[in-house]
């Protein structure tokens, strides 16, 4: 583990302009950041180009425009793609965000076989959690197979999946109805993949988890534990017979919904024994959030710090000096055990439903998280619960804390470049390339290199959205 090689601080960052969010990259990469990690606008996440009027006031807010490939040329400007690893947390469009990313590395001259890096690509948890789907469950299913199918013979470094427990967690579930949701939706994935006739023991080995870490410090290390033998059993079950191919490998953030605009500075507090969690669970990647995040987006200072936070734990803490340092602990074993037995009664739950698909068009999930959030804000209100500065050792609050505002400049020229790029290209190649996407989509040929070829010829991101809009519709939840 991480005697041989620490988890990779991957920073999520995103805002405003490409340029701006490049300036970001730039200084994290200086200060010590050993994997990118981006952050993509609403209109972006759901399809819509900014010129879109759906995307209006919502341009660059909670994370980067990229409308083009060349909006992503902008975004890693001096930087080559194949010297990074980077994160993409994106969903619904992540199939035309990848396309973008190996279109820009094929312009850099990279060889995309050895690029490496995730896209998020979960959408089961958008139904159930989040909301930014696009598609039916059907077809978005379909896009996430013919990624894995491409990438597992064009792009073999790329994780082609990040399964994520981060946003249920948010939404209100708890730690084991995290694991277990999760867990299920990782398992109809692996289903869809087997029924397209993928190798399991190739393809699993590209498939990674996106976790929370929360407060209590013990339960999330003990869920981090149990999430690597439930994954193990479940691969086993279902055909893996490679180690590496049971390996359950995960990215960590800290818990944003943790975080409290009342005595921000806590939030500080709260980050560095989150930072614990994941790293004596075992985290391979983290991202620490701001302490200024339940306000805006963080600011250089703030983002700065929590960088700071994990190279402290990482490098001064003794965490790295052994495997597994809560091994053999009466309670961390026992809670371990707990945690596991009672996440797998949920999967059998939602396995008698048919599965994680079946349980999410029938509400079962939602109403298990909503459930949850509910009892936890009750908890929260009755004092049950106490959030420090919340709802108890309130204090008044003193100097403000300095925040960062997108300018609504940003929407105005994003705009102004999209329509220039417009005008520059050709009209007929680019509705060539969209019907072309239309055609494959209404067949069972890979959407990929459709989809590759036409952001190359100048497609945008919401021309291709549409294109797809206009041949499956879009899912009303």
Not at 192 to 218: C, P, T, V, Y
Not at 384 to 391: S, T
Request: net charge negative; glycine share 6%; with cysteine.
């Amino acid at each position: 583990m991480y005697r041989d090689k620490p988890w990779t601080m991957r920073q999520y960052a995103g805002f405003s302009t490409a340029e701006a969010s490049n300036e970001r990259y730039h200084f994290l990469l200086q200060q010590g950041v050993t994997g990118l990690s981006v952050a993509f606008d609403l209109p972006t996440q759901i399809g819509y180009d900014s010129d879109d009027p759906m995307s209006n006031g919502e341009v660059g807010k909670v994370g980067v425009a990229i409308d083009t490939l060349e909006d992503m040329e902008r975004l890693f400007k001096g930087i080559r793609l194949d010297e990074v690893s980077t994160s993409m947390t994106i969903n619904a469009t992540g199939f035309i965000l990848l396309a973008f990313y190996i279109a820009l590395a094929k312009k850099q001259g990279a060889d995309v076989r050895k690029i490496s890096g995730t896209i998020q690509n979960d959408i089961l948890k958008e139904y159930a959690a989040r909301g930014t789907y696009i598609y039916p469950p059907k077809p978005s299913m379909r896009i996430i197979t013919d990624i894995f199918e491409y990438c597992s013979q064009e792009v073999p470094k790329w994780n082609t999946i990040s399964i994520s427990g981060y946003h249920i967690r948010e939404a209100g579930s708890t730690a084991v109805e995290e694991l277990a949701f999760t867990l299920s939706n990782g398992k109809a994935y692996l289903k869809a993949a087997l029924e397209k006739g993928l190798d399991i023991n190739i393809f699993a080995k590209r498939l990674s988890f996106f976790f929370n870490a929360h407060n209590h410090l013990f339960e999330e290390v003990a869920k981090f534990r149990a999430a690597r033998r439930i994954w193990a059993k479940m691969t086993a079950e279902l055909g893996a017979t490679l180690p590496e191919a049971q390996k359950l490998r995960f990215h960590t953030q800290t818990g944003g919904s943790t975080l409290t605009a009342q005595q921000p500075m806590n939030n500080i507090i709260r980050v560095t024994i989150q930072t614990l969690a994941a790293s004596l669970g075992g985290t391979q990647s983290l991202h620490t959030n701001g302490y200024d995040e339940a306000l805006s987006l963080p600011t250089t200072a703030a983002a700065s710090l929590a960088l700071k936070t994990q190279q402290v734990v990482q490098e001064e803490s003794g965490i790295c000096d052994t495997v597994d340092p809560l091994a053999g602990s009466f309670f961390v074993e026992t809670l371990t055990t707990q945690v596991e037995e009672a996440a797998w009664k949920l999967i059998d739950k939602i396995d008698a439903m048919g599965g994680a698909v079946q349980a999410i068009e029938q509400g079962f999930i939602q109403e298990q998280i909503a459930s949850s959030s509910y009892a936890y804000q009750k908890a929260i209100e009755s004092g049950e619960k106490v959030i420090v500065g919340v709802n108890k050792f309130q204090q008044e609050e003193s100097a403000p804390i300095p925040i960062l505002k997108i300018d609504e400049q940003v929407q105005v020229e994003q705009i102004e470049r999209l329509k220039a790029f417009k005008a520059n290209r050709d009209q007929q190649t680019v509705n060539e390339k969209l019907l072309a996407i239309q055609e494959a989509a209404r067949g069972t040929n890979n959407l990929m290199p459709y989809v590759i070829d036409a952001v190359e010829h100048h497609c945008t991101l919401g021309e291709i959205s549409h294109a797809l809009r206009a041949v499956w519709g879009e899912y009303k939840g």
